[in-house]
Structures are given as structure tokens and as C-alpha cells.
């Protein structure tokens, strides 16, 4: 899953090695973080998961998606919305490493036991779980500052976000569904980034939020077929596990309602446009589906490169919508 890229664990054998003189991770090694990061900072980098940056890409696509079609919506783009593409990034990298190091700590002593995860900053000592704390702290606190900048209704928006993302880490032990609760924070963004720009929430912004967590479904649930038999072991549930070889059918069911919600909040945002506008608009929600449809033809459930290759490929899944965006703005 993108907090942790991912938090589905392993029972691979104690024996296998899981560090090294550098102190790397053992499920993450060979990035800038090993190679080019102050050697102090390299612990708390990684608990923020900056050495794999497909989760804040996924975090941050849904905050992109509404800037865009709240401009489309009220036919304005300002200096302001500049402010709130470079923010929302910010913020993105910011609160997916605080969530990374939430699930770092509650998941402390699942870490701890299996081989794959055992090297990470908090159960190899690296990091106490107080430095993890006041580490998140600090990473919410600049994130906060980031949200102080945006409108009142914004900002109650984004303090509520904290309550799905506290949640998350232990949806994967009370539900099949953790990937449903794993929507819910990612997708977040949808709905502040919209009323940042507009000043409240608008019923495109929801149907934007929802097709956000079906997406969510969609990219979550091939990746988490990688761990499908370790996680049965340790008991840990997942949609993977749930769907089973029904899986492609669940996939081209989150397929058609991304696309659905997605183009009915482009519709809801363009309905005052005119038609090219509204065409062109409409162009995205079908270039998202098609990299749907193509990383669905090359599903294989038991082949974890690909499946790793098909979720990070959901970057380029996320970007193709917003040329279309920008230019049924300017149409």
C-alpha cells in the first residue's frame, strides 16, 4: 500500500539478511536515500518512505485532479492555484511520510518479527519511538503551516483528514477492506484542494473523492496480491486475499466505476462550459481508463515484478488526465 510502499508484511525466513554496514533496509536499498543523504538523516528518510516516492505521487494526484476541475468549475486560475499545485505537493510528501511513520510505529512489533521488515528504522533501534513521534510531529506541523495558507473551510477539511489517516494502519486488522480505508485518506486531497480553490465543497468534488478510492481499489488491490500467501500466514486481510482468482473481475468493476465518478465529476465541473470544453475535459477520465484497461491485460497475480511494475505505473495513470484538463480550460 502506498503509505509504506507497502504494508502488507513477509514471513520470510529469520535467517535471511536484513541489513547491512549502512544501515539500508533491507525491502529498499540502492536509492538517493542510501547513496546521497546525510548519514543522520537516512533513518528518519526512510521512515517517511522519501526513498520510494510512488506514494506521494498517488497522494498527490487526487489534490492536482481538483485544483484543475475547480478552475474548470468557476473559470479561473490564479496566482493563488500556482501556490496550491506547490503546496499540496509539499504537503503530500509531507503527511505520506507522516503516515509512513505512524504505520512504523504501530506497526512496530509486526516489523519486528519478519525478516523483510525487521531492518527498518524502528525495530534495527535506528530510531525510538519517540524520535519517530516527535519526527512526525514535526513533518505535520510544516503541513499544518502549509494548510494555514487556504480558506477557513479548508483548513477544517484538512484537519479532519487526521481521523482516516490515524484509522488506516489497523483497517488490515478488523476488515477485508483495508484498501476502502486506504481510499479515504489518499483521496482526501479531492475535497480540500477543491474547496481551497472554490471556498466550499462542492458535489463534483465528492464524486471526485469517490472515484479517487475506487482508483484506490483498483492499483491497492494488484499490489497487494504480492503478499497474498505471506499475509495469510500472519493474518493480515486485504482485497487481494478476498477476491482471490475473482480478482480481474473486482479490478474491471474499479475500472468502470473510476471512470464512471470521474467523468461525472468533470461533467459537474464543466457544466456551465462550453461543449468542446466539456469533450475535452471528458478526454481524461477515458486516458486514465485506458492505462486501467492496459495494466489489467497484463494482471498476473503471481508475478510480483509485474504486479510492482503495473502499481507504480499508476503515476503515468494518474499525470494523463490533466492535459486535458488544462486545455478545456483554456477552450
Given at each position: 500500500?502506498?503509505?509504506?510502499?507497502?504494508?502488507?508484511?513477509?514471513?520470510?525466513?529469520?535467517?535471511a539478511?536484513?541489513?547491512?554496514?549502512?544501515?539500508?533496509v533491507?525491502?529498499?536499498?540502492?536509492?538517493?536515500?542510501?547513496?546521497?543523504?546525510?548519514?543522520?538523516?537516512?533513518?528518519?528518510?526512510?521512515?517517511?518512505?522519501?526513498?520510494?516516492?510512488?506514494?506521494?505521487?498517488?497522494?498527490?494526484?487526487?489534490?492536482w485532479?481538483?485544483?484543475?476541475?475547480?478552475?474548470?468549475?468557476?473559470n479561473?486560475?490564479?496566482a493563488?492555484?500556482?501556490w496550491?499545485?506547490?503546496?499540496?505537493?509539499?504537503?503530500?510528501?509531507?503527511?505520506?511520510?507522516?503516515?509512513?511513520?505512524w504505520?512504523?510505529?504501530?506497526?512496530?512489533?509486526?516489523?519486528?518479527s519478519?525478516?523483510?521488515?525487521r531492518?527498518?528504522?524502528?525495530?534495527?533501534?535506528?530510531?525510538?519511538v519517540?524520535?519517530a513521534?516527535?519526527?512526525?510531529?514535526?513533518?505535520?506541523a510544516?503541513?499544518?503551516?502549509?494548510?494555514?495558507?487556504?480558506?477557513?473551510a479548508a483548513?477544517a477539511?484538512?484537519?479532519?483528514?487526521?481521523?482516516p489517516?490515524?484509522?488506516?494502519?489497523?483497517?488490515?486488522?478488523?476488515?477485508?477492506w483495508?484498501?476502502?480505508f486506504?481510499?479515504?485518506?489518499?483521496?482526501?486531497?479531492?475535497?480540500?484542494?477543491?474547496?481551497?480553490?472554490?471556498?466550499s465543497?462542492?458535489?463534483?468534488?465528492?464524486?471526485?473523492?469517490?472515484?479517487?478510492?475506487s482508483?484506490?481499489?483498483?492499483?491497492?488491490?494488484?499490489?497487494?496480491?504480492?503478499?497474498?500467501?505471506?499475509?495469510?500466514?500472519?493474518?493480515?486481510?486485504?482485497?487481494a486475499?478476498?477476491?482471490?482468482?475473482?480478482?480481474?473481475?473486482?479490478?474491471?468493476?474499479?475500472?468502470v466505476?473510476?471512470l464512471?465518478?470521474?467523468?461525472?465529476?468533470v461533467?459537474?465541473?464543466?457544466?456551465d462550459?462550453?461543449?468542446?470544453?466539456?469533450?475535452?475535459?471528458?478526454?481524461?477520465?477515458?486516458?486514465?481508463?485506458?492505462?486501467?484497461?492496459?495494466?489489467?491485460?497484463?494482471?498476473r497475480?503471481?508475478?510480483t515484478a509485474?504486479?510492482?511494475?503495473?502499481?507504480?505505473?499508476?503515476?503515468?495513470a494518474?499525470?494523463?488526465?490533466l492535459?486535458?484538463?488544462?486545455?478545456?480550460?483554456?477552450?
Open positions: 500500500m502506498p503509505w509504506a510502499e507497502h504494508m502488507h508484511q513477509t514471513t520470510r525466513t529469520p535467517e539478511a536484513t541489513t547491512n554496514a549502512a544501515g539500508r533491507a525491502d529498499s536499498a540502492g536509492n538517493w536515500v542510501d547513496t546521497r543523504a546525510p548519514q543522520s538523516w537516512r533513518p528518519y528518510l526512510r521512515l517517511s518512505r522519501l526513498d520510494r516516492p510512488i506514494g506521494t505521487w498517488l497522494l498527490l494526484l487526487p489534490c485532479w481538483a485544483i484543475a476541475l475547480a478552475a474548470l468549475a468557476t479561473s486560475f490564479t493563488f492555484d500556482v496550491l499545485i506547490a503546496g499540496s505537493a509539499i504537503g503530500a510528501a509531507l503527511m505520506r511520510g507522516a503516515g509512513c511513520t504505520n512504523d510505529i504501530t506497526d512496530r512489533h509486526i516489523d519486528g519478519v525478516a523483510r521488515t531492518s527498518r528504522p524502528i525495530p534495527s533501534g535506528a530510531v525510538t519517540k524520535q513521534l516527535a519526527w512526525m510531529g514535526a513533518q505535520c510544516v503541513a499544518f503551516a502549509i494548510l494555514l495558507t487556504m480558506p477557513l483548513i477539511l484538512g484537519i479532519a483528514a487526521l481521523i489517516v490515524a484509522i488506516y494502519p489497523f483497517a488490515k486488522r478488523f476488515t477485508w483495508p484498501q476502502v486506504l481510499g479515504l485518506a489518499f483521496n482526501w486531497g479531492a475535497l480540500l484542494l477543491w474547496t481551497a480553490h472554490t471556498g465543497l462542492g458535489w463534483p468534488a465528492v464524486a471526485l473523492y469517490v472515484a479517487g478510492i482508483w484506490t481499489l483498483f492499483y491497492d488491490t494488484i499490489y497487494a496480491h504480492q503478499d497474498t500467501e505471506d499475509d495469510a500466514l500472519i493474518g493480515v486481510k486485504s482485497t486475499r478476498l477476491f482471490g482468482d475473482n480478482s480481474p473481475m473486482w479490478l474491471r468493476g474499479f475500472l466505476g473510476t464512471f465518478l470521474l467523468g461525472l465529476a461533467i459537474g465541473a464543466t457544466i462550459r462550453s461543449l468542446p470544453s466539456l469533450l475535452i475535459a471528458l478526454l481524461g477520465p477515458w486516458a486514465l481508463a485506458w492505462h486501467l484497461t492496459w495494466q489489467l491485460t497484463r494482471f497475480p503471481n508475478d509485474s504486479l510492482l511494475m503495473l502499481f507504480r505505473s499508476n503515476r503515468n494518474g499525470l494523463l488526465p492535459p486535458f484538463f488544462a486545455v478545456a480550460l483554456l477552450v
